[in-house]
């Protein structure tokens, strides 16, 4: 999943403390419902430890109930075997949540399908692991879910 819409009015925050914006507030939870009306709840999240993925965590983490949750500098802007090295560690009948950015989050998603599919913010690949390879089963994206709504 790639962070949450993050606020960019404030210049005297670095990228890494920057927070998120109002629909990044709106879209964190709703995605979170999503995740769970679906039945793809995580027992455990590895997540940057930038402001804007933590935050996104936050409000979505209260959807989840009883999560292990494991923050990582090396997602705060991961390469593409980072984050393949953060799926390959969970275990059977885990799911597992990747909470991430781009470009890492559009490009791992390329690697695993062939095929370019974008990943603006609050996106979410779910993928399933079938005889020892990745298979995408659905892109979340909140404006095809939610529509487009009151842009922040």
């Known amino acids: ?46 997540t940057s430890d930038s402001q804007r993925t933590m935050e996104t965590l936050d409000l979505m983490k209260g959807k989840f109930g009883e999560i292990s949750i494991e923050p990582l500098t090396e997602l705060y802007h991961p390469t593409v075997p980072t984050l393949f090295s953060c799926m390959a560690s969970s275990q059977p009948e885990e799911t597992l949540l990747i909470l991430a950015h781009n470009p890492a989050t559009e490009l791992a998603v390329y690697e695993l399908t062939g095929e370019y599919h974008p990943m603006p913010t609050a996106a979410c690949a779910l993928f399933i692991e079938q005889d020892d390879t990745w298979v995408c089963q659905q892109i979340l994206r909140p404006k095809e879910i939610f529509g487009k709504g009151k842009e922040a």
């Open 1 to 46: 999943m790639r962070h949450a819409k993050s606020d960019w009015n404030d210049s005297s925050l670095s990228d890494h403390q920057r927070p998120l914006n109002p629909r990044g507030k709106r879209d964190a939870p709703r995605m979170a419902v999503k995740l769970f009306e679906l039945g793809w709840q995580p027992n455990r999240v590895l």
